[in-house]
């Protein structure tokens, strides 16, 4: 039992920052119904921002944790979302009319790129941040066996159900969250309102670009590695917990990321740890198979 | 033009200055922290940084410099295309020699070994480019005919080298029995994975595959009785000349044939090997297309919806396509286990799939010229650039990009139609004439 609420507690966490990633995929899959491969490479860029931002403060002397944090989830938020809408300039833009499968071949190539310009530019070798938030709660034992929270693990999932919050927010209440959810019912449409299609585009993958550097900060702050191969397995299960939660969809988003948490999660602590990303690329498998809208997912009508 | 004449807007070089100086301060922003500084590990294992300003100012000054000449020479084009760079006379006289083009690439590749008896490394070179055409051939028919993005065929590579390997060795029968096998092996495993995913829609599929690549690697990594896990298997073995070893003793080959020993034969033989897997492919795949199935694969491609419509059965459509792409696969895996006698999960990492992937993408979707040339001018590439080979994947990665965006239907684009008109319409005159008087303006 104690072992039980333990992993739980893990799983939450761990899925947490998957949710992050898939809002990513989610939010640019509902608007122009492409799945963006390059979004966990972005995230692992993000990661790699946060890292070398944080060794920059250090070096010139800025020590107090907190303050060092916040301005590292600043820079890593902006230089990341740099990034995105980089990406989506560059590689997707220009195929908006292409064929049915170029911008998923661009993403393949954008994917490739990334991961090959931070190992050039970073090294291959993993990088290790000793850990900078320390200290826990010991909720209750039994048995021999301590259930722990620790203060990180808070802090991901506070910072995470903050991010949610406020993102919610901004796509049910403000102008840009309108023009988005007009883009993901009908683009063409939009346009013809006189919404300004492609920087609603631009805009959320900025938005996505940014929530998955906090989603890389956060991973850097838990494990205390990152290497430039992080973003393809991260990417795949936050992809799969996109879908697993219904593509397009928010809540769906965090929904599967935890899902997703806690079933690589308990799979390692009470199966076998070496299958655990076979656990969750056979999660793939089987939702899109028997539940291809997801959770919270509307069907998807195929039109002529 | 006319634009740069109105007196109101500023001189056309201000306006470029302007934009390069956009791009130059977003490329700042970019590099600033993944180029500008570099991490190591320190002598006590914690990291330290150094600082590279110097690279960073190279990248933002060249980004500032093309992105100026790009905004005064293409001011009006959001893309830069190809076609106005290059003269229509030179793509004229390209698509003529492209006719040609197949029959002296073929040549070429019968005469390599007589051109490079002497130097293995060419020898090697020209397998590594067979096999990878080989599986372009096999992938080809998956995603240029039926239009399926698979991104995990690299997991039927894997299970025809792995089905050899185990059979060859544990049950010593010869190349030319496993070879079969492995084939039917993975189009097996075509489709086991085609039954259930093949209902998805194309990018859903191709994430799917993936996972079923991975999942594939993994179990190969982890299934340490069966496949030796991390380590392979080695010893795997090599293959005779129907029934005669290569080996200096007085059963082989040399000796058969009366020839000196040596070592050369046998790569000159897998050489040989491989191109006529290839070639096989190539010619098998050239038959299908006219088949009822392979038509039905190039209208699956172009238009789901339709084809449903017309009666087509989308499922078993495409499983075939997925069965025979991966029987390839597992032609081109057994070869490759026979030739390097050692594999191990390494080899069949997402990274395979993504080259095979790019040379499919390169060479235009569908077109088995392309196939080869794009595989040629890759591998070759990789080869030429050694000294380079920690930037050759972000080259390759960069080409991805650039092929999809300025030439998506690929480098070699003449891609001959499956169906065409044998005769060309002929249209009187008299109607020519009528048309011709009755719209006068």
């Known amino acids: 039992m104690e072992y039980f609420v333990q992993q739980l507690i893990n799983g939450i966490t761990l899925g947490s920052i998957y949710g992050l990633i898939a809002i990513g995929y989610t939010m640019v899959y509902g608007i122009i119904g492409m799945i963006n491969f390059a979004h966990g490479d972005i995230f692992m860029v993000g990661a790699f921002i946060a890292l070398i931002t944080f060794l920059v403060l250090v070096a010139i002397g800025i020590t107090a944790v907190p303050l060092a944090l916040l301005i590292v989830l600043i820079v890593a938020m902006a230089l990341t979302a740099l990034y995105g809408w980089t990406v989506e300039r560059i590689a997707y833009r220009p195929l908006r009319h292409s064929f049915r499968l ?87 449409m939009a346009a013809l309102l006189g919404i300004d299609v492609d920087r609603t585009i631009s805009l959320t993958f900025v938005i996505g670009a940014a929530l998955a550097a906090v989603a890389g900060l956060m991973f850097l ?30 809540p769906g988003a965090m929904l599967g990321g935890i899902l997703i948490g806690l079933i690589e999660t308990m799979w390692s602590a009470y199966f076998s740890i070496e299958y655990k990303d076979v656990a969750a690329f056979g999660v793939l498998i089987v939702v899109l198979i028997f539940l291809p809208t997801g959770i919270l997912g509307r069907p998807e009508v195929e039109k002529v | 033009m006319l634009r740069d004449n109105e007196p109101s807007k500023p001189p056309a070089f201000v306006a470029a200055a302007k934009e390069a100086a956009l791009s130059a301060l977003v490329a700042f922003g970019l590099f600033v922290t993944l180029i500008g500084v570099r991490t190591d590990q320190g002598p006590t294992g914690a990291l330290v940084i150094a600082t590279r300003f110097g690279p960073l100012a190279a990248i933002v000054a060249a980004v500032f410099v093309a992105a100026f000449i790009r905004a005064l020479v293409f001011r009006d084009a959001t893309v830069i295309s190809l076609g106005r760079l290059v003269p229509p006379r030179v793509t004229a006289v390209v698509s003529g020699l492209a006719g040609y083009a197949a029959i002296a690439f073929l040549v070429v590749a019968l005469v390599v070994p007589v051109l490079a008896y002497t130097n293995r490394y060419y020898l090697d070179l020209a397998i590594l480019i067979a096999t990878y055409t080989m599986l372009g051939f096999g992938l080809n028919i998956v995603v240029g005919l039926a239009g399926l993005l698979d991104l995990g065929y690299v997991a039927f590579y894997a299970v025809g080298a792995y089905s050899y390997a185990l059979i060859a060795q544990n049950f010593g029968l010869s190349f030319w029995i496993c070879l079969p096998l492995a084939g039917i092996l993975a189009a097996f495993a075509g489709l086991l994975l085609g039954f259930p995913v093949l209902r998805l829609r194309g990018d859903y599929l191709a994430i799917v595959t993936l996972g079923f690549g991975e999942i594939i690697r993994l179990i190969l990594l982890n299934w340490q009785d069966l496949t030796g896990g991390p380590n392979g298997i ?150 030429l650039f050694r000294e380079f080979a920690q930037y050759r994947m972000l080259v390759f990665g960069a080409a991805m990009v650039a092929i999809v965006i300025y030439r998506p239907r690929g480098l070699v684009s003449t891609r001959t139609p499956s169906v065409f008109l044998t005769e060309g319409k002929v249209i009187p005159a008299a109607i020519v004439q009528a048309a011709r008087t009755e719209t006068p303006a």
């Open chain 1, 102 to 188: 170029a911008p998923l071949i661009s993403a393949i190539g954008i994917s490739i790129v990334l991961q090959n310009y931070v190992q050039v530019a970073q090294g291959a070798r993993v990088k290790p941040l000793p850990p900078l938030i320390h200290g826990g709660y010991t909720l209750f034992e039994g048995n021999d066996f301590a259930v722990r929270l620790s203060n990180i693990q808070v802090i991901v999932v506070v910072t995470t159900l903050f991010l949610m919050v406020g993102f919610s927010f901004l796509v049910a209440r403000t102008r840009l969250g309108r023009n988005m959810r007009a883009c993901e019912q009908d683009l063409k």
């Open chain 1, 221 to 250: 702050l838990y494990y205390g590695v990152v290497d430039f191969f992080i973003g393809f397995l991260a990417g795949v299960k936050a992809f799969t917990a996109a879908v697993l939660g219904g593509i397009g969809s928010l």
């Open chain 2, 234 to 383: 080695s010893g795997i073995p090599r293959p005779s000349f129907f029934g005669l070893p290569f080996t200096a003793g007085e059963n082989g080959f040399a000796a058969t044939f009366g020839l000196k020993y040596s070592a050369t034969h046998r790569v000159v033989f897998l050489y040989y090997l491989i191109l006529a897997l290839a070639l096989a492919t190539n010619w098998f795949t050239l038959r299908l297309r006219r088949l009822p199935i392979g038509r039905a694969w190039e209208a699956l491609r172009e238009d789901e919806i339709a084809c449903r419509a017309l009666g087509v059965n989308t499922t078993t459509t495409k499983l075939t396509a997925f069965a025979l792409g991966a029987m390839f696969g597992g032609f081109a895996g057994a070869f490759f286990a026979t030739r390097q006698g050692f594999i191990s999960p390494e080899s069949f990492a997402f990274g395979e799939s993504a080259l095979v992937l790019a040379i499919v993408v390169l060479g235009g979707m569908g077109s088995q010229l392309g196939v080869a040339v794009a595989a040629t001018v890759m591998l070759g590439g990789f080869e």
